[in-house]
């Protein structure tokens, strides 16, 4: 027998037929511009769809302007965190919410033009289950950023196992099944884009231009840019523990020859006088342990965050959903 909220949940997501979900961590400025040409988009397609803006622990008016823009218009729905989360973490909680038969993730800053989202949804008709878009070109943009991208792309491409795309971001549109297959994915340290590639199915791309930001500052600093990279790498690939065995091996065996030279050197020879070169051998070795001692603590820090299982996020309150839960507790449970 099921339940009347639940009949009535899954004819809810049954309606709506796209979820654009939108992450913003002080954007007040570019809110109002972002919905006006979302909106003007999605209304040429002619069919029902909802705005999941996810509040990430704006501290500008971006809240107000949520709100205001679903007093206006029903269709835009607000996820309220309690505190800042981040990105990742809010798109993932876009994910938990969307009711849309195809989900879209976007940046709420513009660089991502809304434009492009008929493309992808004319690839979703043709068969394919994830349609990311990739950067042709991206105005605005420093050159350090660029080079660094391109790096960090190169290094994750040599060491997992998963083919993620170059110039590639968290622009893309997902299944329903796919959706429902990431949403299960509890884990905190969150690399979305490349969860949406391991995971499999249909995978396409459709080429566009990046856009400069709206407004604002930029919210990867390279501090976050490093801890996003660390969360990349740790997720998806054991390299860095491999290279810590594999280096303790190597100055193992130096260390066994230059013991045997020694020696030799000690017996027939005045070469080695003094405890300095001792010394530096020391405080090298010391440095390489405790290098991988924290490269261990990174893994082991990672487990202990899953072995608490916290929740991802704490929302505050929503606007626009039938109940405060999301939907893929209410129906897929």
């Known amino acids: 027998m099921i339940a009347p909220q639940e009949e009535a949940a899954t004819a809810a997501i049954a309606q709506i037929t796209y979820s654009i979900v939108a992450p913003v961590f002080n954007e007040e400025e570019t809110l109002p511009h972002f919905y006006s040409r979302m909106i003007a988009v999605m209304e040429q397609l002619g069919e029902p769809f909802e705005l999941v803006l996810v509040n990430d622990g704006s501290r500008d008016g971006s809240l107000k302007v949520m709100q205001e823009l679903h007093t206006r218009d029903p269709r835009v729905c607000v996820i309220d965190f309690s505190r800042n989360f981040g990105h ?91 959706v429902d297959t990431l949403v299960k994915m509890r884990e905190h340290h969150r690399f979305m884009r490349g969860l949406s590639v391991w995971v499999g199915f249909r995978q396409e791309a459709v080429q566009y231009d990046r856009q400069e930001r709206f407004a604002g500052t930029t919210k990867y600093p390279l501090k976050k840019m490093i801890r996003f990279s660390m969360d990349a790498i740790t997720s998806f690939s054991h390299l860095p523990l491999q290279l810590a065995t594999t280096f303790g091996f190597v100055l193992a065996g130096i260390s066994l020859v230059g013991i045997i030279i020694a020696i030799i050197l000690r017996i027939f020879t005045d070469a080695i006088v003094g405890q300095a070169s001792t010394l530096i051998l020391v405080l090298f070795l010391g440095g390489v342990q405790l290098i991988f001692l924290g490269i261990i603590g990174e893994y082991l820090g990672r487990i202990y965050d899953e072995v608490r299982a916290r929740p991802l996020y704490v929302v505050h309150h929503t606007l626009g959903f039938s109940s405060p839960e999301p939907s893929h507790r209410q129906v897929l449970k």
């Open 88 to 178: 990742q973490i809010a798109i993932s909680a876009g994910l938990d919410y969307a009711r849309g038969k195809a989900v879209v993730v976007i940046d709420s800053d513009l660089q991502d033009p809304p434009e492009v989202i008929p493309a992808l949804i004319a690839c979703w008709k043709q068969g394919a289950e994830v349609v990311y878009a990739q950067r042709a070109t991206r105005a605005g943009e420093t050159r350090f950023k660029l080079v660094t991208a391109a790096a960090f792309y190169n290094l994750i491409d040599r060491i997992t196992s998963i083919n993620i795309p170059q110039n590639v971001g968290d622009f893309r549109l997902m299944d329903r099944n796919v």
